[in-house]
């Protein structure tokens, strides 16, 4: 709940809370803020106000491929049986598609495989969705999600893990070498 304040003060202060075209401006990064606005909301048990959100995004781009995604990612995995359907989530999810393919979709679709209990299928995804992160932010989100998907937990070295609980290590980058000049 702090944090979905702070975020609200934010879009408040930034002059973000209503997405309006005005005439010579870009509106695309107002976009992007109410897109993180509304996955803020997702992870906070929200979906009806990330769907106002989303809502808004679409009424100023209707081809937002990630308001699809997130849209789908709501409709697929919400714990709220009034908002839950599965088929709708799959037609957003399509959209998104159709609109741009990027990694935020693969993610998605992941989560979508693993609400449906399809947890083997969704890890590859998550792979690929790691390698087409061409910033590479969030690579390391997509593994740990592997790892919670596939019931494993990546250890942080505090404290015991519970019974049964697999270690997985974190990947080591190779190390580099100095370059003599």
Same mark, same amino acid.
Not at 1 to 24: C, H, T
């Given at each position: 709940?702090?944090?979905?304040?702070?975020? @609200?003060?934010?879009?408040?202060?930034?002059?973000?809370?209503?997405?309006?075209?005005?005439?010579?401006?870009?509106?695309?990064?107002?976009?992007?803020? /109410?897109?993180?606005?509304?996955?803020?909301?997702?992870?906070?048990? #929200?979906?009806?106000?990330?769907?106002?959100?989303?809502?808004?995004?679409? @009424?100023?781009?209707?081809?937002?491929?990630?308001?699809?995604?997130?849209?789908?990612?709501?409709?697929?995995?919400?714990?709220?049986?009034?908002?839950?359907? $599965?088929?709708?989530?799959?037609?957003?999810?399509?959209?998104?598609?159709?609109?741009?393919?990027? /990694? #935020?979709?693969?993610?998605?679709?992941?989560?979508?495989?693993?609400?449906?209990?399809? $947890?083997?299928?969704?890890?590859?995804?998550?792979?690929?969705?790691?390698?087409?992160?061409?910033?590479?932010?969030?690579?390391?989100?997509?593994?740990?999600?592997?790892?919670?998907?596939?019931?494993?937990?990546?250890? $942080?070295?505090?404290?015991?893990?519970? @019974?049964?609980? @697999?270690?997985?290590?974190?990947?080591?980058?190779?190390?580099?070498?100095?370059?003599?000049?």
């Amino acid at each position: 709940e702090e944090a979905m304040d702070y975020f @609200e003060v934010g879009v408040e202060k930034g002059g973000f809370p209503v997405l309006e075209q005005k005439r010579g401006r870009s509106i695309y990064l107002k976009m992007l803020v /109410h897109i993180d606005y509304a996955r803020a909301c997702i992870w906070a048990g #929200e979906d009806e106000r990330a769907q106002e959100i989303l809502a808004g995004v679409l @009424e100023v781009d209707e081809l937002s491929s990630r308001a699809y995604a997130y849209l789908a990612l709501i409709a697929g995995t919400s714990a709220n049986p009034g908002i839950k359907n $599965t088929q709708l989530a799959n037609e957003y999810l399509d959209l998104a598609d159709d609109f741009g393919k990027n /990694h #935020e979709n693969l993610y998605v679709r992941a989560r979508l495989l693993e609400a449906a209990g399809k $947890t083997s299928m969704a890890g590859p995804l998550l792979d690929q969705a790691a390698q087409e992160d061409g910033l590479g932010f969030g690579r390391s989100f997509y593994r740990k999600e592997k790892s919670r998907i596939q019931g494993r937990r990546s250890y $942080t070295g505090f404290g015991e893990l519970p @019974e049964g609980v @697999e270690v997985v290590p974190a990947p080591r980058p190779e190390p580099r070498r100095p370059q003599r000049w």
